[in-house]
């Protein structure tokens, strides 16, 4: 049984930073493809970032998020700067067990966590 738990949420100001732990357990993963995909008030989830030999980024993102993995840990990471008030969401992270070409599909992802909250006031 594959578990994911996200923390590291909270209420900050533009232009704070956070950093956003998912922990995994039921896999080690390094042997697979993980993301990070939020859901806004009223909007549809979407896609942010994900970690397979490489890091990919959703344009809204690239230069302020920084995806990472700790094997260790069995921690997958999102280290969040320069948070912009349209960031503000439900961020889950998730796990995709096979290769499906792409990365931000969240179809591709069978495994999610139950999110944490980020709220960005201005």
């Known amino acids: 049984q594959v578990q994911l738990v996200e923390s590291g949420g909270g209420l900050v100001q533009a232009g704070a930073s956070l950093r956003l732990s998912c922990a995994a357990s039921?896999?080690?993963?390094?042997?697979?493809?993980m993301a990070w995909f939020r859901q806004g008030p009223g909007k549809e989830r979407e896609f942010v970032a994900a970690?397979?030999?490489?890091?990919y980024y959703a344009d809204s993102v690239k230069g302020r998020f920084t995806i990472s993995r700790d094997n260790a840990k069995n921690t997958v990471y999102l280290q969040m700067n320069s948070l912009k008030p349209e960031d503000t969401a439900v961020y889950y992270c998730?796990?995709?067990?096979?290769?499906?070409?792409?990365?931000?599909?969240?179809?591709?992802?069978?495994?999610w966590g139950q999110g944490t909250q980020v709220t960005v006031s201005s």
């Open positions: 039921g896999r080690t993963i390094n042997n697979y493809d």
């Open positions: 970690i397979t030999w490489k890091t």
């Open positions: 998730a796990l995709r067990e096979y290769y499906t070409g792409g990365y931000s599909n969240q179809n591709d992802y069978r495994y």
